[in-house]
């Protein structure tokens, strides 16, 4: 699996009280943000949402069209959760503290493990 992260629609670095898999103020999205309208999500149902697991809880029939190893679970009492994937993807894409070439590798190396290629443009 191959997505596009483009840097141009690409919010981050700004901590995870600002970000949304796409932000209503500005139309930018995380990298799950974009990667999820890649896989077919709409925009409603990304829209204003802090990761995969809120947009499956206010949208149930997303979650399949989310990439397996990013596919938000079932848990107890039928909340999602945010595979391990995901979280830390999370993680990275919101760090105040480091560069964004630093965030762009972090971000490679963890999907590559999951057999997902990211590419960066713009």
Known sequence: MKFII????????????????????????????????????????????????????????????????LRPTPAIGGISCDPDLSRTMMLVNDDTDISDSEREARLIDLAKVEHIELEFIN
């Open 6 to 69: 483009d840097r141009t629609k690409w919010l981050r670095g700004e901590g995870y009280k600002q970000s949304r898999l796409l932000r209503p103020s500005d139309g930018k999205q995380c990298c799950l943000g974009q990667i999820g309208r890649q896989c077919g999500l709409s925009v409603r149902s990304i829209k204003d949402q802090i990761g995969p697991s809120d947009a499956v809880q206010k949208f149930h029939s997303t979650r399949m069209k989310w990439p397996e190893p």
